[in-house]
């Protein structure tokens, strides 16, 4: 079965480098969740985007943005790296009125 | 205010036996989901079991079973005769709201345990 596919696995990159992180969901699964998790912590919600519109914003910096495209995929960017970026960076999916969340395998980000 | 919470920081058990980890939740919605996860030292994160608030029966899935005490806000994980690949950290989430395209998942701070030979 099709799971959720990240890329790219591991990211190492300087500070104040920007960094693309890219989520493709299950196909049709129309909803989309961008999660950090920082070492040793929960994961902790960024942003969701539901039929290609933001849809929930959580602790999400300035710094960073993010998008879902017609194909469903999403993007999330991030620049001006800083240290405290380095994390593992979740995408998770879910079909509308589904109870299910599927997460991807997760992108590590190193900023060094 | 914390909405998960998991007491349990660190737990031992020895391979075969059973083990509950606690989580413990906070919400005036009337209808949510909870879910734990597994997430083993590669990182990815995996599905367990999940819990509706109407459900009426505990959910069970192979050697994972839920525990829900709806009253007391608590859907604690138990996992019956435990087996080495089982050492991981575990996670307790909650979607709030029945279903939705739009209610993301909260986590706890999860419990990190190690299954002893």
């Known amino acids: 079965a099709a799971g959720v596919i990240q890329s790219p696995r591991h990211l190492i990159k300087e500070k104040r480098e920007t960094a693309t992180l890219k989520c493709y969901p299950i196909?049709?699964?129309?909803?989309v969740y961008w999660y950090q998790q920082g070492p040793g912590q929960d994961p902790q919600f960024l942003i969701s985007f539901y039929e290609k519109m933001q849809s929930d914003k959580g602790s999400i910096p300035d710094r960073f943005s993010a998008q879902q495209f017609s194909d469903y995929h999403s993007e999330l960017n991030m620049s001006s790296l800083e240290l405290g970026d380095s994390a593992l960076y979740f995408c998770a999916c879910s079909i509308g009125e589904n109870y299910g969340y599927t997460f991807g395998s997760g992108t590590r980000l190193t900023v060094v | 205010a914390q909405k998960i919470t998991q007491t349990q920081p660190g737990m031992f058990v020895q391979e075969k036996e059973a083990v509950t980890l606690d989580c413990t939740y906070d919400t005036s919605d009337p209808s949510y989901g909870l879910f734990w996860y597994k997430q083993p030292s590669s990182g990815e994160m995996i599905f367990l079991i999940y819990?509706?608030?109407?459900?009426?029966q505990n959910a069970t899935e192979g050697r994972y079973s839920l525990n829900f005490q709806k009253a007391r806000k608590s859907a604690n994980l138990v996992i019956s005769a435990s087996q080495l690949g089982d050492s991981a950290m575990y996670f307790c989430a909650m979607r709030e709201g029945y279903g939705g395209a739009t209610n993301k998942l909260i986590f706890g701070t999860g419990t990190l345990l190690a299954v002893q030979p």
């Open positions: 819990q509706g608030s109407y459900d009426q």
């Open positions: 196909p049709r699964h129309d909803t």
